[in-house]
């Protein structure tokens, strides 16, 4: 079975500095890697995938993640942060099969960025 | 990216009254959709997934004569939860994928549809 652990229940940064949400997984095979983000009484909005090639993958607003298979990691990482990236961070593990299948999600991290 | 919406986006309603949520793909053919649930300040929790055309399956634990879920074309899904109470509060989310296009591999989530039961 997939699972998803982001070991950190709150990440405080202050604006302008680097933003790392940490997220490692566990599932047999190759997996297909998301993240998404979800402000407020709101839906969750795609950020950015990694299903193959190239490990660094940029997604939306200036967000990018890097897939470490000997890690199994796929942390998320934002070099400047902003006071509107203050959200709820989900990251997401599906099987080979891909989004069609059932995503695994971790329990989500608090980004809080401070002015 | 695509884009699902659902309706409404909050309902209040009494207790044993049945309430309907909409989700639909707007720039793109859904052929798998999914529903979820999210308690406050928790995860999403699967509550089914639905290929078009064809019955939901429903996780282990969801009551499928409770939660009944259509999902009769490639644009809309709805999920009607039957006789409500106040135990089924909760924001319901809707996700849509493809097997082809600009959603291949990729959930896309609609905005979240808020349930009070009275």
């Known amino acids: 079975a997939q699972s998803v652990a982001q070991p950190e229940d709150q990440v405080n940064v202050a604006e302008g500095n680097p933003l790392t949400v940490k997220c490692t997984y566990s599932?047999?095979?190759?997996?297909?890697l998301f993240w998404y983000v979800q402000y407020p009484n709101r839906g969750l909005q795609f950020l950015l995938k990694?299903?193959?090639?190239?490990?660094l993958v940029k997604g939306s607003y200036g967000f990018e993640a890097e897939f470490n298979k000997s890690q199994t990691s796929f942390h998320l990482k934002k070099p400047s942060a902003l006071v509107s990236d203050s959200a709820l961070y989900f990251c997401?593990?599906?099987?080979?099969?891909?989004?069609?299948?059932?995503?695994?999600f971790g329990k989500g991290n608090q980004v809080v960025v401070i002015p | 990216g695509a884009v699902v919406s659902q309706h409404p986006s909050w309902v209040i309603c009494k207790s044993g009254t049945s309430v309907k949520i909409e989700c639909r793909s707007l720039?793109?053919?859904?052929?798998?959709m999914f529903w979820y649930r999210q308690f406050p300040k928790q995860s999403l929790m699967l509550m089914a997934t639905?290929?078009?055309?064809?019955?939901?399956?429903?996780e282990q634990g969801v009551e499928k004569d409770k939660f009944l879920i259509n999902h009769a074309s490639l644009t809309l899904s709805t999920l009607t939860v039957t006789s409500a109470h106040p135990e089924d509060s909760s924001f319901y989310i809707c996700?849509?994928?493809?097997?082809?296009?600009?959603?291949?591999?990729?959930?896309?989530f609609g905005p979240g549809t808020r349930l009070t039961v009275l």
């Open positions: 990694y299903i193959t090639g190239d490990n």
């Open positions: 639905s290929n078009e055309g064809s019955k939901a399956t429903y």
């Open positions: 996700s849509a994928s493809s097997n082809r296009g600009r959603a291949k591999d990729t959930q896309y």
């Open positions: 720039d793109f053919q859904a052929t798998t």
């Open positions: 599932v047999s095979g190759n997996p297909y």
């Open positions: 997401a593990v599906s099987l080979p099969r891909g989004g069609n299948n059932r995503l695994a």
